[in-house]
């Protein structure tokens, strides 16, 4: 009898992920650093939220020149975030707390100040040199013209071996080659090493990227990807009972059935792009900024949620420490933040998938708009020189920069009105948003009407109504430029939600609300009728 479990009934389809980045979380010891002591007392606060786990972005050992995203040991952890005693001290207090801890495991490249690959690139013959992705050439003379996500050449010379290795970000995060056996082995030790301390699940940092074909200039979506994620499984995942999301920005609906197919082979769920890409110039980069086409959004949500309804796992979600603060980009941070903000909320957590909630966002955290010098995102600076360089408009540039900069997610977290937010006693290592008196954790606990409690509101529904859960999707006023509105419904229940995406009045002109609907969340407090909807309005009804 095949005893392999499948994907129908795991936990983490009922469950509410909240992801926090160490580093701008909260600081324990005034260095200005978030760290782990920070995130373990911050637990009470995470429960009482109601989440049920924690994706960490990466606290391994690393020279922080991505931000811990270049690892050097993954078996330790960054002097600057505590140790592993404190590693495993966050995962037993987390337990307490019912939450799980999942781990950030970036396996596409490592640090260059790795082992590995301070071996690697001592000579030919090392036997780890083939962990890393070479190609013979001439100094000067690159194998192609592939081009690094951070800016450059996607090849770097080492004199030692007469070879260049291959970089898909920045110069100090070489590519692994998992091509070979030996590495890959090393890997699921490593992975069930951590599994054994008893985390709950992983997070596949660009994971699509790691069966590349530089020869063939294939990035995503390489021949071997499906093959390597089939054995990554099962040599570690599925012997215990974890959440596994990848990131995949080349996902398309299919891809992502492969990924998440229920039979358990690959992964839980992928995190998709396709939304978060749709307000930029088709063809270019994030940084080339065009309005949001609503409809399209629509159409886009209404595709995964119906091709994956039965056949895989949506992941859902706005914003990560990548991306820009959603109430900014496609809400209004200033006179209706508080009711953008819920409305995002309400539209995205009554959809089919695993939500996921980025630190601050359930307070509506916002955008920052600072001068170039208080940036410090590797991603960001890289752009404005090469924009410079380039000849742009520095109007421009920093047009892009206070849109889609990463370090708009990355400030620090605002726990209450006193210095620094009260994120850290010394000088925190991003400047604080100055919005903190108004916006932050100890107002919004303390108000039953807070973004924060909405999300809470939001999170408590989920655990309540299976129709969360399993309720098939339809979308409704697919035409409509101001609505975004559909049903989720299973044998007993269904949901509605109509939202208002936009900052004005506008007619509901919905058939389907009726007297046996009843109002379960909204963002407005006399929503009990549905004549028009205000600014931002969104409103979610249950008919059992
Ligand atoms: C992913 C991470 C990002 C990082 C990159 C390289 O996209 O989310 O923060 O810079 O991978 O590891
Ligand atoms: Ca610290």
Redesign the pocket.
């Known amino acids: 009898m095949d005893k392999r479990s499948t994907n129908n009934e795991k936990w983490w389809k009922r469950a509410v992920i909240y992801q926090i980045y160490p580093r701008s979380f909260a600081d324990s010891n005034g260095d200005g650093i978030g760290d782990l002591q920070g995130i373990i007392s911050k637990l009470d606060y995470l429960e009482e939220l109601g989440i049920d786990a924690v994706w960490l972005?990466p606290v391994c050992k690393s020279p922080q020149d991505?931000?811990g995203?270049?690892i050097s040991d993954y078996q330790d952890i960054d002097p600057m975030f505590g140790s592993l005693a404190d590693m495993e001290q966050l995962i037993q207090e987390a337990k307490k707390h019912h939450i799980r801890i999942i781990l950030?495991l970036?396996l596409?490249?490592s640090s260059d100040e790795h082992f590995w690959f301070q071996e690697a690139k001592k000579d030919r013959d090392n036997p780890y040199h083939d962990y890393y992705v070479w190609r013979d050439g001439k100094e000067g003379e690159l194998p192609n013209g592939m081009r690094a996500?951070?800016g450059g050449a996607a090849w770097e010379w080492v004199p030692e071996v007469q070879q260049y290795y291959f970089h898909?970000?920045?110069v100090k995060?070489p590519d692994l080659n998992w091509e070979n056996p030996k590495l890959r082995r090393e890997i699921y030790d490593m992975i069930n090493w951590w599994v054994g301390k008893g985390v709950g699940g992983f997070r596949l940092?660009?994971i699509d990227q790691i069966a590349k074909e530089p020869d063939r200039q294939i990035t995503n979506n390489g021949p071997r990807l499906h093959e390597y994620l089939r054995e990554l499984s099962r040599e570690t995942f599925q012997k215990a009972d974890l959440v596994t999301v990848g990131?995949a920005?080349g996902a398309t609906t299919e891809l992502a059935k492969l990924y998440s197919n229920p039979d358990n082979s690959e992964l839980s769920m992928v995190f998709q792009f396709e939304h978060i890409c749709l307000d930029q110039i088709a063809g270019k980069e994030k940084w080339d900024l065009a309005p949001l086409p609503f409809l399209k959004l629509k159409e886009v949500f209404a595709r995964w949620q119906t091709q994956l309804c039965g056949k895989g796992w949506n992941s859902l979600f706005w914003n990560?420490?990548?991306l820009p603060r959603i109430v900014s980009r496609w809400g209004n941070d200033k006179e209706y933040r508080a009711e953008s903000a819920k409305m995002l909320a309400i539209l995205l957590h009554g959809l089919q998938g695993t939500p996921y909630i980025y630190q601050g966002e359930e307070l509506g955290m916002t955008n920052v708009q600072y001068e170039m010098e208080d940036y410090k995102d590797?991603?960001t600076l890289n752009l404005y020189r090469e924009r410079v360089e380039k000849g742009y408009e520095k109007s421009d540039i920093m047009r892009s920069i206070h849109a889609k900069s990463?370090d708009n997610a990355r400030t620090p977290m605002q726990w209450n009105d006193s210095k620094n937010a009260g994120f850290s006693d010394g000088e925190p290592w991003l400047k604080v948003n100055p919005n903190y008196m108004e916006i932050n954790a100890a107002n919004q606990t303390a108000d039953a009407d807070s973004v924060f409690h909405c999300y809470k509101k939001l999170i408590q529904l989920r655990k309540e109504y299976a129709v969360f859960t399993d309720g098939v999707f339809e979308l409704l006023l697919a035409e409509d430029e101001n609505l975004f509105a559909y049903t989720r419904t299973n044998a007993s229940q269904q949901l509605l939600v109509v939202c208002n995406f936009y900052g004005k009045t506008v007619p509901c002109g919905l058939k389907q609300a009726d007297a046996s609907m009843r109002l379960l969340i909204s963002n407005y407090k006399d929503a009990d009728q549905m004549m028009n909807l205000r600014p931002y309005e969104a409103r979610m009804y249950i008919k059992e």
């Open positions: 972005s991505d931000n995203y270049d950030d970036v596409n490249h996500v951070f898909q970000f920045s995060q940092d660009v990131e920005w990560n420490h990548d590797i991603e990463r």
